[in-house]
């Protein structure tokens, strides 16, 4: 390993490393905390890599920006916090409709409104799902720790590629702000997905929304050899709005099965010693970082502690959850909000009355000790 490839950064610029390691040219954002160190970091180096930076007027505008970029073939990222991702729905919404690829960064604060900015929470985790009005699905992905933060950046590029789809990355102000070591891989080391490009000449034998048989969908670069339309209304293979039942059925099944019928596909989660743990911790995020330490510690005393940490919160991977937990006597969640993910959770086992809680939202990290006091609560109900 070279020590130009190991630096000691913010996990905010570990996201920006990664995304121009997986092709990011093009950012548009404002500045917001705790993710304002994005854009910061992006202003500096994508224009070195000869990328395009530009800060937008407001959120709204930011996600209108990479959209329009996306079509015309360029990897696209913008960043926000809280109130600014909210203000990016709609736009975000019109992403999913017309099956842009784009990444968009969440570094949570508490909120709501303008609630505790410099503070770490969850509490956007069912906003990530459903912010959008309608139904419709979305990728969302986190991590816990630098290295990850760099390997599900890139991984969160190469789903919005493969399934032509936007991609939330949804971090904390806990993880975005520490600083810690990370090596950088070297080039080719993770594996890309590049921008499938339709093998048709021109003229009007390109359908822009004609699904292939493997369910990818090849995009011409707008403003190149094909003209077609683009559009947030239910559409035609062509782009053209129709509100024929047949076809806003079809499309509506289109845009939710291409990320549905692959949840264990697009799952990405690590565990720790689940094969013999009686009680099973299951994090996301720098929670998870304070399970481990409880895990860690615990089994050194002789106690079956595991851990199951989600680095994919939507699609929730409900199977992969009721497999790894079916011999498990206890389920703690820990995570920082008033409990979004854990309601997942009980969906997704036998026995969901023994799924318990284990959290904080007051803006303070939540602690190996806040985790031990709950698994002394469980143990004392002989569970």
């Known amino acids: 390993?070279?020590?130009?490839?190991?630096?000691?950064?913010?996990?905010?610029?570990?996201?920006?490393?990664?995304?121009?390691?997986?092709?990011?040219s093009f950012f548009a954002g404002y500045p917001i905390t705790p993710s304002?160190?994005?854009a910061e970091h992006l202003a500096k180096r994508l224009p070195e890599q000869g990328g395009h930076f530009i800060q937008m007027e407001d959120e709204i505008s930011s996600m209108c920006a990479i959209i329009g970029a996306s079509l015309t073939g360029s990897k696209v990222m913008t960043a926000s916090s809280g109130p600014g991702i909210s203000l990016k729905q709609e736009a975000l919404g019109y992403a999913i409709m017309t099956e842009v690829p784009c990444v968009l960064v969440n570094?949570?604060?508490?909120?709501?409104?303008?609630?505790?900015?410099t503070h770490g929470s969850q509490g956007d985790v069912m906003q990530a799902r459903w912010g959008c009005h309608g139904d419709h699905s979305i990728v969302v992905m986190t991590a816990s720790n630098h290295q990850d933060?760099?390997?599900?950046?890139?991984?969160?590029?190469?789903?919005?590629?493969?399934?032509?789809?936007?991609?939330?990355?949804?971090?904390?102000?806990?993880?975005?702000?520490?600083?810690?070591?990370?090596?950088?891989?070297?080039?080719?080391?993770?594996?890309?997905?590049?921008?499938?490009?339709?093998?048709?000449?021109?003229?009007?034998?390109?359908?822009?929304?004609?699904?292939?048989?493997?369910?990818?969908?090849?995009?011409?670069?707008?403003?190149?050899?094909?003209?077609?339309?683009?559009?947030?209304?239910?559409?035609?293979?062509?782009g053209f709005p129709s509100t024929k039942p047949e076809l806003v059925y079809g499309l509506l099944r289109h845009l939710t099965d291409k990320i549905e019928n692959r949840v264990n596909r697009i799952a990405r989660y690590k565990e720790y010693y689940l094969e013999d743990a009686e009680r099973i911790l299951i994090s996301y995020g720098s929670?998870?970082?304070?399970a481990r330490h409880v895990?860690?510690?615990?089994?050194?005393?002789?106690?079956?502690?595991?851990?199951?940490?989600?680095?994919?919160?939507?699609?929730?991977?409900?199977?992969?959850?009721?497999?790894?937990?079916?011999?498990?006597?206890?389920?703690?969640?820990?995570e920082m909000n008033m409990g979004q993910i854990v309601q997942e959770v009980k969906k997704a086992v036998t026995q969901p009355e023994r799924v318990f809680l284990a959290n904080r939202f007051d803006g303070v990290f939540i602690t190996p000790m806040d985790i031990m006091n709950i698994l002394r609560v469980i143990k004392g109900k002989g569970v």
């Not at 996990?11 to 995304?19: K, L, Q, T």
């Not at 929670?287 to 304070?290: F, T």
Request: with cysteine.
């Open 295 to 334: 895990v860690e510690n615990r089994r050194a005393r002789g106690e079956r502690l595991g851990l199951l940490e989600l680095q994919t919160l939507w699609p929730f991977p409900s199977e992969i959850v009721q497999q790894k937990c079916a011999k498990a006597k206890a389920i703690v969640v820990v």
């Open 107 to 117: 570094v949570q604060r508490g909120g709501p409104s303008t609630g505790i900015p």
């Open 36 to 38: 304002t160190e994005i």
């Open 287 to 290: 929670p998870a970082r304070s």
């Open 149 to 238: 933060v760099f390997e599900i950046t890139v991984e969160a590029f190469n789903i919005a590629e493969t399934y032509r789809t936007p991609v939330i990355l949804l971090f904390d102000e806990i993880v975005g702000h520490t600083r810690e070591k990370v090596v950088i891989p070297e080039p080719g080391e993770i594996p890309l997905v590049e921008r499938l490009r339709t093998s048709v000449k021109g003229g009007v034998d390109y359908h822009p929304y004609l699904p292939r048989e493997d369910g990818r969908l090849p995009m011409s670069d707008f403003g190149s050899v094909h003209r077609y339309n683009v559009t947030g209304l239910f559409h035609d293979m062509w």
């Open 1 to 24: 390993m070279s020590k130009k490839n190991l630096k000691f950064i913010q996990g905010n610029e570990v996201c920006a490393e990664a995304a121009m390691y997986a092709g990011l």
